[in-house]
Each structure stands twice: as C-alpha cells, then as structure tokens.
C-alpha cells in the first residue's frame, strides 16, 4: 500500500498513542473531570483583579524550592565553541524581576490605558503547564517532561542544559545554569553546559497533599487550584460575569495555568517589559496543528525514552564511580 506524507504521520501519531495508552489510561471520571494514569489534571486560575503585587507567592516560592535550586562547581570548564557562553546566576540569586535558575516565579506589572481609563494590573509570571508541551515533546534527552497531574517538569539528574526546551517554549520559560549536571561529568567541554530550571508547580508538596506555595501564601486569593475542567468552568464563568478576558484556555493548545482580565491581553502585552526572562502575554498558537512539527514530537519521543534510560544509567555509574 502506498503511504503518503499524511497517511504516514496518522499511522504515527495512532502508534504513539497505543504505547501511551500502553503505560497510563487516559479518560473522565464520573464528575468530567479530566484523568491521566488514575490522577486527575490540576490547572490555576489567576484572577489578576485581584493582585496587589506584594511579592508574597515569590518569597512562598524561593523559600519552599531553595532545595531544589543549584550549587554550581567552580570554576567552569572551558567551552568549545568558543560561542557557548556560561549562564551563571548564582552570585545573583536575589534577582526577582524576572525568571532565574533561582526564581521561578515574579510579578510583571503593566500599566496604561484601555477604554479611556487608566489602568495597572500586577500578573505572576511562571511555567504555564501546558497541555501538550513542547518542551516536553521535543526534549532530545527526554529530560522534559508533564506528569499525571499536569505538571510539567524538568529533571536536573540527566537535563544537560542544551535549552532546547528554552528555544520550543513559546514563551522562553526555562533558564539555564551553568557548571551543575551531568555534563559535567560527560563532556565538561562539550555537552550542554549546565541544567535547565523552571516552576515545577511545587510537585513535591501536591505530591504529598499540598498546595503550591505560591498559591497557599497569596493574601488577596488571587489564585485557585483544582481539577482541570472546574477551573477551566470557573475561570470562563469569571470572565463572563466580570466582562473579563480569558488566557491560557486556548494559547499553545491549552495550558494548566489561567489568567483572567478586566483589560485584554494584547494590551497587557504592549504594557509589559520584555526580554530574557521576561515572557510575552501575545496570542500562541497550537504548534502541534502542523505535520511537521507533529512528526518531530511523535518520532523524537521514543529516541527521547531511549536517551532518558541512557542516562539515568551513565548518572548511576558516575554516581558509583564517585563513591568509591
């Protein structure tokens, strides 16, 4: 039978999602509630009325991630090309206007005037959590990563810092720090050059039947967490009622985090600074509509499975190595 370039981008994508299927069921529960693997997706809603900008869920998110944050080896081995440059925050880890390996989340605030009145909102900025993210899908080390619960992540135990999570994500989210990882102990010279760090939703206390941190420390109840499908309902709800504008709902494909607006996004997105570290508010559309970009995340995963499984052992046995 003769295969054309779409017949065999379907067989594809029907593959994968038979190894999916596979390893985790997808479906809803009794509530339409949306579940991966026997754990319902959680998403935010971000009413930013609401928000005074006092800066409590950024120090609620240094305080409880600081674990997590990296202790660079100094000093750095030199790289080759001469072109690839150290990222190094760490005598700057008191940055917090904008996204670092040592802050995960910071307070953008846009003024200016819409509708003929003044205006000036305050918006938390971190990792959106999309539904189908790139950075996940296209991660070449399968270090990237989204869990049952919607929450996507980064593993700093095998992640070698090549920021190609960083250049998939619409908004730049991801940044790097050099001299931690595993690189270090590869091709100190050659590979990647650090680790990729963003909010990873607090997993480790929803995990353990918390909230994130942010979203428990807001005095103003600027943010909800829940259930996908409610928070979806509640923040559409919200934007109808307050004559709002809704984003994250259909922005990359859908997101797990929700912003609702008393002024339009495209203006907040004039208001805003931006630049590295600094991500945009404009429209994003679904990249994964396009074949071309489905047939990278479809034939890239199983080749990214593969180099996840390498390295987890390569780290065992620089682990072993180091302890003797």
Known sequence: MRMNRRSFLAAGLAAAAGSVAGKAQAGETGSGQAVVGGEVVLATLLDLSKCIG???????????????????VKPFP??????VKA????DKRDVDDRLTP??????????GTYDGEPFELNI?????HCQNPPCANLCPWGAASKDGRGIVSINDEICLGGSKCKSVCPWHIPERQTGVGLYLKLAPSLA???????????????AAGG???????CP??????????EILAQARKLAEETGGFLYGDTENGGTNTFYVSPVPFDVLNQAVEKGPGKPHLASVANPFTTEDTLARAVYAAPLAGLAAGVLHLVRGATSEDGNE
């Not at 040592?102 to 003024?111: D, E, G, K, R, V």
Request: hydrophobic content about 30%.
């Open 54 to 72: 006092c800066g409590a869920c950024v120090e609620a998110c240094r305080e409880a991630n600081a674990h997590k944050y990296p202790e660079p």
């Open 78 to 83: 030199k790289m080759y090309p001469a072109k």
């Open 87 to 90: 990222a190094d925050w760490s």
């Open 102 to 111: 040592y802050n995960w989340l910071f307070i953008q605030t846009a003024s």
């Open 124 to 128: 938390p900025r971190r990792c959106l």
């Open 192 to 206: 990647g050059n650090g680790v990729m760090y963003k909010c990873d939703r607090c997993k480790d206390r929803i």
């Open 211 to 217: 909230i994130p941190a942010c979203v428990e420390a």
């Open 220 to 229: 103003e109840g600027v943010q909800t967490i829940g259930p996908r499908d």
